[in-house]
T-cell receptor, first 115, second 110 residues
Framework: DTEVTQTPKHLVMGMTNKKSLKCEQH?????MYWYKQKAKKPPELMFV???????INESVPSRFSPECPNSSLLNLHLHALQPEDSALYLC??????????????FGPGTRLTVL | LAKTTQPISMDSYEGQEVNITCSHN???????ITWYQQFPSQGPRFIIQ???TKVTNEVASLFIPADRKSSTLSLPRVSLSDTAVYYC???????????FGPGTRLSVLP
């Protein structure tokens, strides 16, 4: 199974809402990632978890809160978002998470719209 | 960090071979070269990875000259479904660098 799943596929939320994005993989990978992608731009790294510990936080605003309950699951909790946070949110996983030589497997993404 | 430079866009016709070149002049000894493909509103998908010389799989070939300062992704006989953005990434298993460059937007025309 080389699949990374993400739910929901689409999410529309108001600026005062609290919502969560979910990501799951069953490849035995020990690293999981959140990326944000705006239209016609490359993915931008937000967070990396390696062995269930947060190893990279790319100065992401606190209104985005990641959580890694176990090595197969990754959540992104959203609160008080701004319209400019509207984007495609991608989850990925890889064996170790030490660098770009480690092949990443991406999920289909969650299309988030903040009103 | 090895910075990469790729053409912003390319056009091709169905059935042609497409070569996309990526420049990475300051590639480090431990760095590998990895290419990903991304269709609209989907996550990137791994295509191929190499360190030196030539690597081939069922989807593409990757040519890397001896100095490793560039690499070329070769897609044989493209079809309309190969229309996508192609990203060249250079990095090792050290340093935790996860930066995607702007990519090359390939349009395959009938």
């Amino acid at each position: 199974d080389t699949e990374v799943t993400q739910t929901p596929k689409h999410l529309v939320m108001g600026m005062t809402n609290k919502k969560s994005l979910k990501c799951e993989q069953h490849m035995g990978h020990r690293a999981m990632y959140w990326y944000k992608q705006k239209a016609k731009k490359p993915p931008e790294l937000m967070f990396v978890y390696s062995y269930e510990k947060l190893s990279i936080n790319e100065s992401v605003p606190s209104r985005f809160s990641p959580e890694c309950p176990n090595s197969s699951l990754l959540n992104l909790h959203l609160h008080a978002l701004q319209p400019e946070d509207s984007a495609l949110y991608l989850c990925a996983s890889s064996q170790e998470g030490q660098g770009l030589a480690d092949t990443q497997y991406f999920g289909p993404g969650t299309r988030l719209t903040v009103l | 960090l090895a910075k990469t430079t790729q053409p912003i866009s390319m056009d091709s016709y169905e059935g042609q071979e497409v070569n996309i070149t990526c420049s990475h002049n300051n590639i480090a000894t431990n760095d590998y070269i990895t290419w990903y493909q991304q269709f609209p509103s989907q996550g990137p998908r791994f295509i191929i990875q190499g360190y030196k010389t030539k690597v081939t799989n069922e989807v593409a070939s990757l040519f890397i000259p001896a100095d490793r300062k560039s690499s070329t992704l070769s897609l044989p006989r493209v079809s309309l479904s190969d229309t996508a953005v192609y990203y060249c990434l250079v990095g090792s298993n050290y340093g935790q660098n996860f930066v995607f460059g702007p990519g090359t937007r390939l349009s395959v025309l009938p």
